[in-house]
């Protein structure tokens, strides 16, 4: 039911709540079908209603203990969700419950032959039967305000759930003198265990209360999920009262305990409506929240992804860069950095084109991160025709055999470039650097914090040592790799500083 509910509801989760959810068609059918079984069930049992059966008092605290823990559960709910969606006509509904919950109760304790002969609380012998009266009129009004309230813009106010319990548990007290204080003021309907024919007068005044609710909820129309089934409660509570205060002959027999069953699945009904929704609602929030992360998951990779070749970009590079540093300060490991460039890489797209040369760098950049593959290693589109690959925990030495490694699987590649003054060929040209022949400024700047001069070199400066060692590799042929030395560090370093 619940699933249907949410189906129903769309994609636009218009209404995250029972007294804003609109009825889907299935919904209306269960519903039907629901009120179909419980006539059905009503038409059969009517003729037996004064069938005596065996006085059961236990009966009514089992049965009265149910609708109270059942009618205080549905009115937090109700009071609950009063904080989002149409908030005094939710706090007059659930003020219903309350009453109905509380009623109960005080009903059970003034029920004679229970607790004690004559019913405690100073009940006398018309007392429970009032009760039940007061108890199932009331209900109805508080039903009846929430479909006259709901009918407009009710925003939620402070303190109005609090003031809507106390104003029910008021009436409950006030009820509850009247039918035992005052019990003489009121005409006797109930004789020993039997009806008294002014009984038939008070029920249905009663009953009708009931029916009039079920047409203020049906002026709603169309109805909300919560309107639906509070159509169908109030359908079960005629049943009740016919079964158990008009149709049968009084206590204990066949239309007394029928009629409270009836009373007690109502009570349940609308719980049931809540506690589906509400599970729904916490799955669809789950599925929402996993959807949030994939997203967020996504726009993450994708805010670090390079578009046209598919590796890292430049801020991916930056941000990882900065990370390899700050650790290999702590740890005193070696940092290294190969710094590529495609050779003669605007003639190739004057010769072929653009659509070519977006092909060339995804080729190159493939190329380049198959080899750089080990943990921590990065390869990323630097800019424009330029790569950059991150090798942390890798020395000069290794760093340049890596260098010498892409540079000839690019060659492979045969890209054809004849207007490449190397070779007919894509080739590329690697600057290697590492940080790894200057562990005393390392140290120094790690105690720092910053670099206070060339000779504290930070993570710019090793940038700049590779791209010193990638323009020696391009005076000296290209296609090649050529590695920085201290000599270049330091002059990039001076540059650094000096910009």
């Excluded at 049906?218 to 409660?233: C, I």
């Excluded at 009904?269 to 599925?287: F, G, H, K, T, W």
Aim: proline share 5%; with cysteine.
């Amino acid at each position: 039911m619940a699933e249907d509910q949410m189906e129903d509801a769309g994609p636009g989760q218009s209404a995250l709540f029972l007294s804003d959810a609109p009825v889907g068609f299935r919904e209306q059918r269960l519903a039907a079908a629901t009120v179909a079984v419980s006539t059905l069930m009503f038409i059969i049992l009517a003729p037996f209603a004064k069938l005596p059966l065996t006085p059961l008092p236990s009966f009514i605290p089992i049965y009265q203990s149910a609708l109270l823990v059942n009618d205080l559960i549905t009115a937090a709910f109700l009071l609950g969700q009063s904080q989002f969606s149409r908030g005094i006509a939710l706090n007059a509904l659930a003020g219903g419950y309350v009453f109905t919950a509380l009623m109960s109760t005080a009903h059970a304790l003034t029920f004679p032959g229970l607790f004690s002969s004559g019913g405690l609380l100073g009940a006398g012998p018309q007392t429970t039967a009032w009760l039940y009266m007061f108890w199932h009129g009331g209900f109805p009004l508080a039903v009846i305000a929430y479909a006259r309230l709901a009918a407009g813009p009710a925003p939620p106010r402070r303190g109005v759930a609090v003031l809507t319990c106390m104003i029910a548990a008021g009436a409950v007290c006030g009820f509850t003198m009247l039918a035992t204080r005052g019990q003489n003021l009121l005409p006797a309907i109930m004789v020993g265990n039997h009806y008294t024919p002014i009984m038939i007068v008070v029920v249905s005044c009663v009953w009708t209360l009931n029916l009039l609710a079920v047409a203020a909820l049906y002026r709603r129309w169309p109805l909300s999920t919560l309107d639906l089934w509070l159509v169908v409660v109030m359908c079960a509570w005629l049943f009740d009262i016919a079964l158990s205060a008009m149709l049968n002959a009084g206590r204990f027999d066949l239309g007394f305990y029928a009629g409270r069953i009836y009373g007690l699945a109502a009570a349940s009904l609308v719980l049931v409506v809540l506690l589906c929704r509400n599970s729904a609602l916490y799955l669809q929030l789950i599925e929402l929240h996993r959807s949030d992360r994939e997203k967020s998951a996504e726009l993450a990779r994708l805010s670090t992804v390079d578009p046209l070749t598919g590796i890292a970009n430049r801020r991916a590079f930056d941000a990882a860069l900065d990370q390899e540093w700050r650790r290999m300060l702590r740890h005193g490991t070696t940092l290294s950095l190969l710094m590529i460039d495609v050779d003669y890489f605007k003639r190739f797209n004057d010769a072929y084109g653009h659509v070519a040369g977006d092909q060339c760098l995804r080729t190159v950049a493939q190329t380049v991160a198959r080899r750089a593959r080990r943990a921590g290693e990065l390869a990323a589109r630097y800019g424009g025709e330029e790569f950059a690959v991150l090798l942390p925990h890798t020395g000069s030495a290794d760093a340049a055999k890596l260098a010498e490694v892409i540079c000839a699987s690019v060659r492979d590649c045969g890209i054809p470039h004849a207007q490449s003054a190397t070779a007919p060929h894509v080739t590329i040209s690697v600057g290697v650097a590492s940080i790894g022949g200057f562990p005393e400024a390392a140290a120094a700047f790690s105690r720092e914090g910053a670099a206070p001069a060339a000779s504290q070199p930070g993570a710019n400066v090793l940038v700049e040592s590779a791209d010193q060692a990638l323009y020696q590799a391009k005076m000296a042929g290209r296609d090649r790799a050529a590695v920085a030395n201290a000599n270049d560090a330091a002059t990039a370093g001076e540059l650094a500083a000096a910009n």
